[in-house]
């Protein structure tokens, strides 16, 4: 199998395959998004209004959060899940 | 504001009361978990296991079968309080000489005093089960049968969100060190070729259902590797690399 040193992503048949660990914190990723968006909704009907700059805080706030919480998920298992292969 | 400081300090409380119950509670939940049975004070296995365990100079508690046809193995509780659990499989398949280091191995696992990993499995372990919890929610409130993919698609997404937090609470609280500690301990008092043969019958097995968080606490990864999630959850060391480490130490 190709190494494409540079990346150190395993490539076959001109596709990068991306490592199943890596895959499912993408998936997390929508998931939480999708919750983001559940709390929007749940917050413009209880306020019955929909303020752009209420939801644009929210999601910074939100984001900057799982932003951060993902990278640490990504560092750890990085480290851990990719040593112990 | 008022119940949202209140739905705040309720749920803190239900933390910090299940953080406590798991630091209490940790070993008997994990053996009720897998419904241990324990072995009667006659049984040969356990006069085997005392006499392991006094060749490694550590109190042993007690000896706990779990029916299941896969060969594993996995030890609770502490220096001085602890018990090994064998799965019926190992008992079926394996000869006296691999169990015996497989039982060394368990004992070695519980000298190094794992607690924390202990009380981090059953917290991460009580997280991995909320999606099963959603998808029987999810059939009782006429989503559709177990099978049908309204149920397994809503299981799917509260594994997405439970998953990752359970996973990195294991992750950063089982060293892999740990393993190959053991390993050495049982080639050290079986011999390697005996550790070979048994960590050789374990890595030729099927996966079990276990529950992923406890994964770490098993001789090896039970987890079916299909499984996306599954992944996050592989802490332990390959078979492989445990095998070529005892092969080129030379016990």
């Known amino acids: ?85 | 504001m008022n119940i949202l400081f209140m739905l705040a300090s309720g749920l803190g409380a239900a933390v910090l009361f299940l953080v406590v119950a798991c630091f209490i509670f940790s070993r008997q939940i994990l053996l009720r978990w897998y419904h241990a049975k324990k072995a009667s004070f006659d049984d040969p296995l356990y006069m085997q296991m005392l006499k392991l365990a006094k060749d490694a100079g550590m109190p042993v508690a007690g000896l706990y079968f779990v029916e299941s046809h896969v060969v594993n193995s996995f030890s609770v509780g502490n220096r001085k309080n602890g018990s090994l659990v064998l799965t019926t499989g190992a008992i079926e398949r394996l000869s006296e000489e691999e169990l015996s280091c497989m039982m060394v191995y368990e004992i070695a696992q519980s000298r190094g005093g794992r607690r924390l990993r202990e009380i981090a499995a059953v917290i991460a372990g009580i997280l991995t089960t909320l999606p099963i919890v959603a998808l029987w929610g999810a059939v009782f409130t006429g989503f559709g049968q177990e099978y049908e993919p309204a149920p397994k698609l809503i299981k799917f997404f509260v594994t997405s969100l439970f998953a990752p937090p359970a996973a990195l609470l294991i992750q950063i609280t089982s060293p892999e060190s740990v393993k190959y500690e053991a390993d050495k301990y049982a080639a050290l008092l079986c011999g390697s070729d005996a550790a070979i043969e048994m960590l050789s019958k374990v890595r030729d097995q099927e996966s079990w259902d276990a529950n992923p968080s406890h994964a770490p606490l098993f001789i090896a990864n039970p987890l079916a590797e299909d499984e996306i999630y599954n992944t996050l959850f592989c802490t332990c060391p390959s078979i492989e690399d445990r095998i070529k480490r005892l092969e080129g130490a030379g016990y």
């Open chain 1, 1 to 85: 199998m190709p190494v494409d040193r540079r990346q150190n992503k395993k490539i076959r048949g001109g596709r990068i395959l991306i490592p199943k660990w890596m895959r499912a914190l993408g998936i997390s990723f929508v998931s939480y998004m999708f919750v983001l968006f559940v709390i929007i909704v749940v917050v413009t009907f209880h306020a019955r209004d929909f303020v752009f700059g209420r939801a644009a805080a929210i999601t910074a706030v939100y984001m900057t959060a799982l932003l951060i919480y993902f990278a640490v998920l990504f560092v750890v298992f990085k480290r851990k899940i990719d040593a112990s292969k």
